[in-house]
């Protein structure tokens, strides 16, 4: 059974699979059918009609993961790494009979490269559907304070 | 003073025939040389008028370094002025973009002026009586950009006031501009977001030669698009339709030979564009019912005549680039000698299926975001560049490719598509602009 506390370590667990670079283990939380959202907009409604800085599904998402790994991948050449500052999850829905739940973490980002360190603050969202015993993301949506901003590279996830 | 200020010949020195020296990349005199010359002479992209939908609508914007608004009068017109108050130079709009109402009221001593420019209003009025103050450049209110051309509602203008005609300066290149807003089944185009910002660490000349630089994409975006390529050969299964993500990076992937005779064509004053015979836009799946339309209001001969156009790259020298069969205008906006923000802009085409507006911003957040994988080769490159520029090994930049002694300047011409033919047009417009007027300049100094 699902309860707050598997949600919540569920999106512990992935965030500690990013900050150990375990690509592959972090897709495997995804849904066949799941999404990465960051916005581009204030309370934005809708990924395809307006603009965003991501609209992610597996495919895409597979194509970045292998990437990161490529032999000529120069903009890896030093590789990035990223550390998640989570704020613990609120959980905003919890229908345990049709297996839904969304919860939302105040988060702050860090990614690295070679002798650079850039900050992100935000808000992520997860959509997670039951499958078997376990959880999926269905979307995880990252609402950044700033998104607006000229950003430099952004390599990793968030 | 510098090595280079105000002197013709050291700026034109730094341009040979095929070659061009690093100072134009990495020298901040060069830079603050651009801002001060440069770009004055130069016609410049303010924004579009879709932006300006109704009376009081105003944007903001950076010609080199002096900011400007742009407004809509209660008469429909388009006004450009010097964003800054008349009285001690507060600047009169801080936002992208807003609705100002009747008139603009200076946020520190409310001197109010209309959405033409000129003075409204000035609290305690009297205290300017027999001071004078009727004489001064204060009481016509916001100094007005004089040279502004807006055509098939691209806002463009020119701070100097002498130089080339708008006419002049762009020529036949406007037919890029033409190609795209005839995309719309109506003949509009419309603004309905803000653009995708990104900031690069290197200068902005890097961004604008890349837009016509057919050589690197099968090398520099093997990681991205030849990733996404990979990927979708092996994850592809049963289906018969490729996604619009892999139609959009597979073409990145197309050899030399593809892009040799896809073309290059160049027009005087620095622009040109890649993908003249055909481009990696020619071969995205047809979107249901545009077809239709777009013979419904052209007829078909015109329609197949318009879509049939797919260029890939047009460079606007100095700083834009549009690119019509996406409907995305880049603009590669100066900070510093090694700073340049990025603003990727999508229009949607008035009138056509929203699946084509989609294609647009799945295409802009590919290619142009700063969490698109083949914005990370790009800028990768570039930064590099700027690092390795500071080198003393060489200080000069080889554009020698497909170069022949007896190339003209300032002339109309297609040519083979690896050529950096483009890249020596736009460094002969550069010394043309940079040191445009310039000897009156020194003159007056003397
Ligand atoms: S500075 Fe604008 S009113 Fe004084
Ligand atoms: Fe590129």
């Not at chain 1, 993301?137 to 968030?158: E, H, T, Y």
């Not at chain 2, 109010?112 to 001071?131: C, H, N």
């Not at chain 2, 890097?206 to 016509?212: I, S």
Request: glycine share 6%; aromatic share 10%; charged share 25%.
């Amino acid at each position: 059974m699902i309860d707050d506390k598997a949600i919540i370590d569920f999106i512990y667990r992935e965030a500690e699979l990013l900050d150990t670079m375990q690509w592959q283990s972090w897709l495997d939380l995804f849904h066949s059918e799941g999404r990465y959202w960051m916005p581009l907009e204030w309370q934005q409604q809708d990924p395809v009609l307006q603009p965003s800085l991501m609209y992610e599904d597996l495919l895409l998402l597979k194509v970045r993961v292998e990437r990161l790994a490529g032999e000529r991948t120069f903009s890896q050449k030093p590789k990035s790494r990223c550390h998640h500052l989570l704020q613990a999850p609120r959980i905003v829905a919890c229908d345990v009979a049709a297996g839904v739940f969304k919860a939302r973490t105040s988060y702050i980002y860090t990614e690295t490269r070679g002798d650079l360190l850039e900050r992100y603050s935000g808000w992520a969202s997860h959509d997670l559907v039951q499958v078997g015993d376990g959880l999926k993301i269905k979307l995880k949506r990252l609402d950044l304070v700033n998104f607006d901003a000229p950003f430099g590279n952004i390599q990793l996830f968030m | 003073m510098g090595k280079h200020a105000s002197d013709r010949r050291s700026i034109a020195a730094l341009v040979r025939e095929a070659e061009v020296h690093r100072d134009v990349y990495v020298d901040p005199e060069i830079f603050d040389l651009e801002m001060e010359h440069l770009f004055p002479n130069s016609w410049i992209y303010v924004g579009h008028a879709s932006q300006l939908g109704k009376p009081g609508d105003f944007i903001t914007a950076t010609i080199g370094r002096q900011p400007v608004l742009a407004s809509r009068h209660t008469d429909g017109s388009i006004h450009v002025f010097y964003n800054r108050c008349p009285h001690k130079g507060v600047k009169i709009a801080s936002e992208p973009c807003g609705n100002t109402g009747k008139f603009f009221r200076c946020p520190y001593h409310a001197w109010s002026f209309k959405t033409d420019g000129s003075l409204l209003a000035i609290p305690l009025k009297k205290g300017y009586e027999a001071t004078g103050f009727g004489d001064t450049q204060a009481n016509e209110g916001l100094s007005r950009v004089r040279n502004v051309a807006i055509y098939r509602d691209f806002i463009f203008a020119r701070l100097s006031e002498r130089g080339l005609s708008f006419e002049d300066y762009f020529g036949e290149s406007l037919s890029t501009i033409d190609n795209m807003v005839d995309r719309s089944p109506e003949g509009k185009l419309a603004v309905m977001a803000a653009p995708i910002r990104y900031m690069h660490t290197c200068n902005w000349k890097m961004l604008v030669e890349n837009q016509t630089d057919t050589c690197h994409p099968m090398v520099a975006h093997e990681s991205s698009a030849g990733t996404a390529v990979k990927v979708w050969k092996r994850e592809q299964g049963d289906s018969t339709e490729t996604p619009m993500a892999v139609q959009l990076y597979g073409p990145f992937m197309s050899p030399y030979e593809f892009y040799e005779q896809s073309g290059i064509r160049i027009w005087p004053n620095g622009h040109g564009h890649t993908g003249v015979a055909n481009s990696i836009h020619s071969n995205y799946s047809d979107v249901d019912g545009y077809l239709d339309q777009m013979v419904a209001a052209y007829g078909e001969t015109r329609a197949h005549e318009i879509l049939g156009e797919v260029r890939h790259n047009t460079v606007y020298f100095p700083n834009i680039m549009v690119k019509g069969a996406v409907q995305i205008l880049r603009n590669f906006i100066p900070i510093a000698v090694d700073r340049t923000l990025v603003e990727s802009w999508v229009y949607r085409l008035v009138g056509a299926p929203d699946k084509l507006y989609e294609r647009a911003l799945m295409y802009n957040r590919f290619i142009n975001a700063p969490t698109s994988i083949v914005g990370h080769d790009d800028l990768e490159m570039y930064e590099r560049a700027q690092e390795g520029l500071k080198s003393n090994g060489n200080q000069w930049i080889n554009l020698r490719r497909l170069y022949a002694a007896d190339e003209q300047p300032d002339v109309t011409a297609v040519i083979n598509g690896t050529s950096e033919r483009q890249m020596r047009n736009q460094f002969h417009a550069w010394a043309k602009f940079m040191t445009m007027g310039m000897d009156e300049h020194t003159e007056a100094a003397q």
